[in-house]
């Protein structure tokens, strides 16, 4: 979920393998490895902060995404079934 809306849904074992979805993704990275040797892991998504009662015409997460381009902007995304997974991304 993002700001309220389904962005990916898969099995467990399909979503930590292959995430479909750049949150996801990024979620999933940013989960620590009990090894401070390690180092925290790189962020890549942008600064700007999730805003609810900000009307978007194009994908909600669009603001942060790392791999956004014009048609995400523009155009909300549909969920849509995938091979294991349904996602709300154009371009995953």
């Known amino acids: ?39 925290l892991p790189k962020q890549l998504l942008g600064a700007v902060a999730a805003d609810p009662f900000v009307v978007h015409r194009g994908c909600l997460f ?12 523009a155009t909300s995304q549909e969920l849509r079934s995938m091979a294991v997974s349904s996602v709300r991304c154009d371009q995953a």
């Open 62 to 73: 669009a603001p942060r995404c790392p791999v956004v381009q014009d048609s995400c902007l």
């Open 1 to 39: 979920m993002y700001l309220g809306q389904k962005i990916e849904e898969a099995l467990t074992s399909a979503l930590f393998s292959s995430a479909q979805h750049p949150y996801i993704y990024a979620l999933l990275v940013a989960s620590l490895i009990p090894d401070p040797n390690i180092g």
